[in-house]
Nanobody
């Protein structure tokens, strides 16, 4: 079964940056589109960024221009660089395969607060 392990979250002030990482195991990583999702308290989980196996990226309007998704197929890892963070970005962030959702990992908490 695919394992997804997210890391890199934390507490950051508004305007700050964080870089999240997600390592996937038990999967032919390079063949899959990978995505970053987030779930804020009391809200549904949403897809915020995805990257295809060819490197094409897509972003939710709410993060476009501030977040950058990238991948390292040699390390089976997908990254999310988050800049200009604001309190509305506070959420638990998860990675998964948008075209074939697998069991969710524990996620990594991102809190944006002064």
């Amino acid at each position: 079964q695919v394992q997804l392990v997210e890391s890199g979250g934390g507490l950051v002030q508004p305007g700050g940056s964080l870089r999240l990482s997600c390592t996937a195991s038990r999967i032919r990583f390079s063949g899959w589109t990978m995505g970053w999702y987030r779930q804020a308290a009391g809200k549904e989980r949403e897809l915020v960024a995805s990257i295809s196996n060819g490197g094409s990226t897509n972003y939710a309007d709410s993060v476009k221009g501030r977040f950058t998704i990238s991948r390292d197929n040699a390390e089976n890892t997908v990254y999310l660089q988050m800049n200009s963070l604001n309190p509305e970005d506070t959420a638990v962030y998860y990675c998964n395969l948008p075209n074939s959702i697998r069991s969710w990992g524990l996620g990594t908490q991102v809190t944006v607060s002064s």
